[in-house]
């Protein structure tokens, strides 16, 4: 058994680990590492601009959050929904579709909180497929729920050309603009912060995720179904009520989060809406041990690699995908110091047994 | 007194924290029929797999017929003629005895000549086996034979048995004694290690005990009681349980016709069981593990539903209850497997005391759960049942085997039961700790629970049923009072000797 320290020094190894890593990568492609890591994980921060950075990190950072905290308690439960993604489109197109439905009614009360209710429910309805099918027949929720985020991105392709065009939009494709009206808009609360309603739900979600999982029966539930499901049935744990409430909570947080993109930073349903938040927020939720302030600085500090890639595109000329290397670098590393504290590696021949 | 075979000379093994083995010395003499005795945790395997060269001593030396013995591996040990026959078997399911057995040798000849070779011994030693069966078809009595015909072939001059019956049925622990004291006349040495006190004083000849780690006693089990040896394995005066007499109570829990088909492919199917248990009353349920005592617990404690009707409790049907509505109506149950099933490992005994305590003890109001309770639930289990920990906050891991059973056991008993079902109370757990399980069991019924002991230990069901019946293939037998019952009569209730089916096969 690994102990408590070590179970949190490990995600900071295997940030520090990432970063030299990455930082062997940016030479090989010819770039100084020094400041590559330091445009990266410095500069969002403490730049001349960070001003206009800093805010950035709580929008990159909110759906990373909201939709890692959702999954975390599947995954604590060994319930594997790996198709947030999904689950964030057909949230966002759910929420948009009741905003475009009521356009241009004035009603800000009635229908921001009606797309929040649509946007849980699409995510909710989209997730609950791999969980009944896994109920009822045994399918692997894995691949299931991973399919079905192709599926979300036709529909999400076809809604975009076909269905929520704007009507006004000289046949370019995509929906109108929820961020200009008025009733459907999800901007900052306070000018300027990037502090928007995912930002308070997201930090609504980790103390409602604090709370259950340390406090509540249920979450004491999920963590013994995932540590030991056959003394989970012995304590009344239904394993199928299980799955289903699992899937359910991540997939409607996570099509919250795709409500609260759309009406907002994102500010319509398009072709390209979707940036791969349902697949970060894994790796937000493994870097964050499961736990909900773990998340809460992963998230930060995956955000702020968005942001800070960003800016080592447009200065430095590093490719995108370099950047979506070094996030993916950040889970194998993790994966790779866990096997180290757990696994003692050694040499030689095997005693006989 | 006999030539010496084997001397053992102030072997000392200690690992971190523990010393295994401290100067252990004795003697077994040629033939000899030697017991090795010790709780849980004494040496005792320690000490045999240092005979059987997989474990090197610190310090001390051993000698084999006269010449210096210090096998460097278990193939080291075979080739000086030492075998050894492990508790747990390692078979291939999929192959044939023949192949089994070819697999296991150090230099093999073919399957076929190994065949006649087999049946040779076989016949020799009184010990059926078809070497052309696939081991998965066999009995755990023939598995064993696998392993010790295994042992044979290689002329061993002392062979090893660590818990050989434990999985046997009465009549199979004959077969087995006639084997080994053919063994013995023919001048083969066998060094016995069990915990059934009763077949050491009928087998052995010299008996050495352990005590955490050093030699204690040797004594003559022929002449020793064995109730004597017990407490020079424990270092105490043992507790009996006592009972008092008891009036028979009002029906308590009732099986009308319980079947159920297998859970999964190794489970086992109940087969029409029907049985009564009045309150004050201990029902004994004997058997092989894996005839379906693992599934008759899940259909008692609401794991495995079953058909309302089938399970009657204080009379009303019950058997399609979920797991916390029994609980919450006082039928308990306590699973043979502790870790993982009865506990989570890696929680602490105080989530562990929640698992099962939060409906009967109250420890969530409206979900949430009230720690303090939990912890102090832990604590009173933890003092009522001299559970050996630091304190609630140690994970079930951390407790060695019979201490997280007492914890187990007692948490359940603490949540004042009216039908206790517990499967294997004893399994794996020491002398001491035993007989204070078996004692909580019967002052539960003393009070007025119903209790329903599963075991495949048949003195420990003697020692507290007030009726006895088997669970052999998903059935049960009539119950019949425990009291007076021959080992004979037993063995027939448990369907006899596995032996018979291969006579079958054989003719």
Redesign the interface.
Known sequence: MPSQVWAWAAPLMAVALTMLLGGFLFAALGKNPVSVIRTIFWDPLFSEFAWFYRPQILIKGAPLVLIAIGLSFGFRAGVWNIGAEGQYIVGAICGAAVALALYPMDARWLIFPLMVVAGALGGWVWAMIPGVLRVRFGTNEILVSLMLVYVAEQLLSGMALGAMRNPDGMGFPGSRNLAQYPSAANLDLIAGTGMHWGVVFALIAVIFAYVTLSRHLFGFQVRLAGQAPRAARFAGVNPARMILLCMGISGALAGVAGLFEVAGPSGQISIDFNVGYGFTAIIVAFLGRLHPLGILAAGALMALTYIGGGIAQSQLGLPAAAISLLQGMLLFTLLAVDVLTNYRVRFGRREVA | MRDTLLTLEGLTKAYPGVVANRDVSFDIGKGEIHALLGENGAGKSTLVKTIYG?VKPDSGHMTLDGRRFAPD???AARRAGVGMVFQHFSLFDALTVAENIVLGMDAPPSPRAIAAEVRRVSDLYGLPLDPDRTVGDLSAGERQRVEIIRCLLQDPRLLIMDEPTSVLTPQEVDILFTTLRKLSGEGTAILYISHKLSEIAALCEAATVLRLGAVVATCDPRTTAPRDMAELMVGQVLQSPVRAARPAGRMALELRGLSARAPHRFGTALRDITVAVRAGEVLGIGGVAGNGQDELVAAL???MPVAADMVWFNGSPVGSD???TR?ANGLL?A?E?RL????????TLT?NA???G??RKGL?RR???R?PQARHFAQEIIAGFDVRTPGPEN?A?SLSGGNLQKFVIGREIMQDPQVFVVNQPTWGVDAAAAAAIRQALLTLADNGAAVIVISQDLDELMEISDRFCALTEGRLSEPRPARGLTVDQIGMMLGGAHDMEVAHVAK
């Open positions: 997989l591996d278990p193939a404690s609401g794991e979920p797991v916390n609980r149950c699973p497997e993982g099933h009865a506990a989570a490992p890696d929680m989530e929640l698992l099962t939060v409906t969530a979900g949430f759960l720690w994970t891991r």
